[in-house]
């Protein structure tokens, strides 16, 4: 495999999703399905490796997520160009794009 792609790596996004099932979703409908990873996704990408030291001097790398203000930059840096408009429920929603067009 190239690069530093693991089954470990897929276990824990897919613990961290699980975990975001039972404390914030509740429940995953087919429909949102995107949405959700996509979020999962964004924490996953906007987290950073910091050392520790344990009680016996061991050093250990932690995964520690990004300052708020840091994760909403990445947000917003990737946000140019995109529309949002209101449903008529009340929601948000990113119109679709066209094939082609």
Sequence with gaps: MPGNVHVNTAESFNAILERAKLG?????????LPRYIGEVAFRWNNRDP????TKDS?????IQAKP????LQ??????IG???????????????TSFGG
């Design 68 to 71: 708020l203000l840091k994760q």
């Design 82 to 96: 995109t529309q949002l408009r209101r449903t008529i429920y009340g929601g948000i929603a990113t119109p679709q």
């Design 24 to 32: 914030v979703f509740y429940y995953l409908s087919t429909r949102h």
């Design 58 to 62: 061991v050093s250990k790398i932690v």
């Design 50 to 53: 910091v050392e520790k030291k």
């Design 74 to 79: 990445n947000l917003l840096k990737n946000a």
